[in-house]
């Protein structure tokens, strides 16, 4: 199989501090991993796409400083949410992509609630 | 400008088929997936089409036609946990995907 994990599952956290998010590929190498924000009632929106060892490609109106993507390792991407505020609550889901396949694998998500 | 065009919610009975479909305009086209996403939880992925026709998964079935595009996806013989939002995503000419606001299937006994 091809199994994403997600951590935290749920996270709160005070406006005005900084939450990290993991998302491990468990049995196989993710050579691309995707972050998407999903709001109530919306479909997934596209934050970045992170290669290993390089520098993620932010989509158009996503601040690079504020949502820091790290991709050190072929099983672990992180997303940062610096300074967060109320309005970054969404649910946080990423995906990973084995080399020369075309499927993505979801992680099970994490909710994010800032007060 | 990219777009791709879903219902936003239907209802079916129990047992019976439904179909939903899925129009799109993007910048290339290499390949269509549907998506099954259950409230509060990732999207699992259900078919993938990159040629004309119809590919039969169990009860689910996934059309496409290129020349339209025009995708659907057929539910058969309904069951409760179908309940859902089925999201449609087409990979444009740069591989990114691209994702339809989903549509939320209501199943009724």
């Known amino acids: 199989g091809a199994v994403v994990s997600q951590h935290p599952s749920r996270v709160i956290c005070k406006s005005g501090t900084s939450v990290k998010i993991e998302c491990r590929s468990l049995d196989f190498q993710a050579t691309t991993m995707f972050w998407y924000r999903q709001f109530p009632k919306q479909s997934l929106m596209l934050m970045a796409t992170?290669?290993?060892?390089?520098?993620?490609?932010?989509e158009q109106g996503v601040e690079k400083d504020k949502f820091l993507i790290n991709h050190a390792s072929l099983t672990l991407s992180t997303l940062t949410v610096t300074s967060a505020h109320p309005e970054d609550s969404s649910f946080y889901i990423c995906s990973a992509r084995r080399t020369s396949e075309i499927e993505q694998y979801f992680g099970p998500g994490t909710r994010l609630t800032v007060t | 400008g990219q777009n791709i065009d879903q219902p936003t919610e239907m209802t079916a009975t129990e047992g019976a088929i439904v179909q939903i479909n899925c129009t799109y305009q993007?910048?290339?086209?290499?390949?269509l997936f549907w998506y099954q996403q259950h409230a509060g939880e990732a999207p699992t992925f259900l078919s993938y089409?990159?040629l004309d026709g119809l590919e039969e998964k169990g009860r689910f079935s996934s059309f496409l036609s290129r020349s339209k595009g025009y995708s659907y996806l057929l539910l058969k013989e309904l069951q409760m946990k179908d309940s859902a939002s089925y999201l449609c995503?087409?990979?444009?000419?740069?591989?990114?995907?691209?994702w339809g606001a989903g549509t939320k299937l209501i199943i009724k006994p």
């Open positions: 993007t910048s290339g086209f290499n390949g």
């Open positions: 995503a087409v990979k444009d000419s740069n591989y990114q995907l691209i």
């Open positions: 992170s290669n290993e060892g390089s520098k993620a490609t932010y």
């Open positions: 089409n990159v």
